[in-house]
Nanobody, 125 residues
Framework: QVHLMESGGGSAQTGGSLRLSCVTS????????LGWFRQAPGKERESVAR????????VYHDSVKGRFSISRDPTNHTLYLQMNGLKPEDSAMYYC??????????????????WGQGTQVTVSS
């Protein structure tokens, strides 16, 4: 019932910017936790940023604090990740995710039920 679709990935130079989008559908009037994750080859999936507006929660991974910004547009049901000051180590497949839990908002990938297909981000040095 819930569908997520990422877009906006691509190539960028070190110090450049990209804006990822995640169009959501099938989400009810309840506010859910929405998060961005990334996974590089040979590495585990990690939480980049997550937000739960009802709880006023916005959390970033230490490595992206001050550079990335997560936001939501209730008009078009889209989640965004504005990425500034990109570094080569930001290169990864980026996924958006959500769950049916109306209150929780975990950093653990296994806690999320619904995932997009991913969008590749490559940052050159």
């Amino acid at each position: 019932q819930v569908h997520l679709m990422e877009s906006g990935g691509g190539s960028a130079q070190t110090g450049g910017s990209l804006r990822l989008s995640c169009v959501t559908s099938g989400i009810t009037y309840r506010d859910y936790c929405l998060g961005w994750f990334r996974q590089a080859p040979g590495k585990e999936r990690e939480s980049v940023a997550r937000t739960h507006s009802t709880a006023g929660l916005t959390v970033y991974h230490d490595s992206v604090k001050g550079r990335f910004s997560i936001s939501r547009d209730p008009t078009n049901h889209t989640l965004y990740l504005q990425m500034n000051g990109l570094k080569p180590e930001d290169s990864a497949m980026y996924y958006c995710a959500t769950t049916s839990d109306g209150f929780g908002c975990s950093s653990r990938p296994g806690w999320f039920q619904y995932w997009g297909q991913g969008t590749q981000v490559t940052v050159s040095s």
